[in-house]
């Protein structure tokens, strides 16, 4: 349960009122995981929200090397909240990360990085704050088997809901699996985890996240989505960390396994994560205007227009997996075009129209998936924007055309996103000077981000042998 702490006291006496045996403390990796370890309650100390608690650093990925280990994490307390899954009565506090040297926080904490864009933006006197309102998807299944080794490569995936099991005995088979493409807005028994997706969402609201609305989606196997109401850019990001949190661990109580790996299936919808962004100045929102079009403000404008001139940058960070790009490919309402329009899904940058009210205007980013750090996609989709609105970058004309029923002569016009990671790494390593502006993204993040990614993911998946290559080759 949430806990509306707002200061180290606060936390002090929620520990005694709530008889809380264990205490949490959680940070972020630099590819976006939640890393952990506990204290029990009568040794956490209110000194440990200045003095911050040590660490291991190099055990971490992205973070320090073995002869400069020791890091700090600094506890939030406003960040607390009671973990709903464990036996011990046990608070959760999320952590920033600080060098015990320089005292200084840590240019690779994502958080820090999440926090300095917010201190960009109102330095820059353009706004006071931004709200974000991303909306990820999942898959649930009943089972995964994966491996890879010298000699074989293989995974296997299996739901009660996949349409492959339609003619498997289950002792009955009852039918009522979605096909695929067809998994949009049905009622049970072929949604057949209503009740689970319930469980998560009244999960969350006890741990203090706003929930709006969950279904589920389009892809057949159990494919869910789950949106959470707007919140500020670190807070986002930490709620972002507690739904996929709270969404393993329900599915994970029911004998299912979630996954937000973007497209774990062939031929089927992958799972996105869909951002809405809008920036306030005085209880305003910027990005309404009645006098342009779709109700968007110029400012609201050249706000695309800087997500349009750096999404193949952005998407390293936004679309950060090799399994990204298996998603962002024509013919499964995947965004990869460098357009914007009014309601029109086939183009990255949307302006949603479902209301007229001031307050609802924003900007629809589509092109990220769930497998993104939040801290680091936010605040990188921020800079992009905010550099549109200091240089006045105009997006051109809106397309609101079907995209992937263009004409070829047309189609050929309209600029694509990077096909691979390794593609949007080149770009981000080439236009990264935007991310620079107030110290928010550091110069050794970018590094440190591009080699992670070139020498962990895109090489390893580079240098396999893909399971589909000895249908095609073996008999050559």
């Keep these: 349960m949430a806990l509306a702490c707002k200061t180290p006291d606060d936390v002090m006496a929620a520990i005694k009122e709530h008889n809380v045996r264990i205490v949490d403390v959680r940070f972020t990796d630099l590819p976006g995981v939640w890393q952990h370890f506990s204290l029990p309650a009568v040794a956490f100390d209110v000194d440990f929200f200045d003095d911050g608690i040590g660490f291991d650093g190099s055990s971490i990925r992205g973070f320090q090397s073995i002869e400069e280990s020791d890091m700090l994490v600094v506890p939030d307390a406003t960040t607390a909240f009671l973990d709903p899954f464990t036996e011990h009565p046990t608070m959760v506090l999320i952590c920033s990360v600080r060098d015990p040297i320089t005292g200084q926080a840590y240019s690779r904490d994502s958080r820090n990085i999440a926090q300095k864009a917010e201190s960009y933006l109102k330095s820059s006197g353009l706004a006071d704050v931004s709200y974000w309102g991303p909306e990820a998807e999942f898959f649930v299944f009943n089972d995964i088997r994966y491996g890879q080794g010298t000699n074989y490569g293989f995974y296997q995936i299996d739901s009660v809901e996949g349409a492959w099991n339609t003619g498997e005995e289950e002792e009955p088979n009852l039918g009522h699996k979605p096909r695929p493409k067809e998994g949009y807005f049905p009622v049970p028994p072929t949604d057949s985890m209503q009740d689970m997706r319930s469980e998560m969402v009244l999960t969350m609201i006890e741990a203090g996240v706003d929930i709006e609305v969950h279904h589920h989606e389009v892809a057949t196997a159990g494919q869910a989505e789950i949106d959470m109401r707007y919140d500020s850019l670190t807070r986002m990001g930490d709620n972002l960390m507690m739904y996929k949190y709270i969404v393993k661990n329900v599915a994970t109580q029911h004998g299912m396994t979630a996954t937000f790996m973007p497209k774990p299936l062939f031929d ?23 006098s342009h079009y779709a109700g968007l403000s110029e400012a609201g404008l050249f706000y695309i227009g800087g997500l349009l001139k750096h999404a193949p940058a952005l998407l390293a960070f936004c679309a950060p997996t090799v399994n990204s790009y298996r998603r962002l490919v024509p013919g499964y ?143 050559i």
């Design 268 to 290: 089927d919808n992958g799972s996105g994560m869909h951002v809405h962004s809008s920036l306030w100045k005085g209880g305003t929102n910027l990005f309404f205007s009645e």
């Design 333 to 475: 309402e995947a965004p990869i075009n460098l357009a914007y329009s009014q309601r029109n899904r086939s183009a990255c940058c949307r302006i949603p129209m479902y209301s007229s009210n001031p307050a609802a205007k924003r900007v629809e980013f589509r092109t990220p998936d769930p497998s993104a750090n939040g801290y680091l996609a936010f605040a990188a989709i921020l800079m992009a924007g905010l550099d549109g609105i200091e240089n006045r970058t105009h997006p051109g004309e809106p397309l609101d055309k079907n995209i992937y029923d263009l004409p070829p002569e047309e189609a050929a016009k309209v600029a694509s996103m990077p096909g691979s990671l390794g593609e949007s790494l080149d770009a981000l390593e080439q236009d990264h000077e935007f991310l620079l502006k107030g110290d928010v993204f550091t110069p050794d993040v970018i590094d440190v981000w591009l080699r992670y990614k070139r020498e962990n993911e895109v090489d390893q998946v580079r240098l396999r042998p893909h399971p589909h290559e000895f249908y095609l080759y073996y008999d």
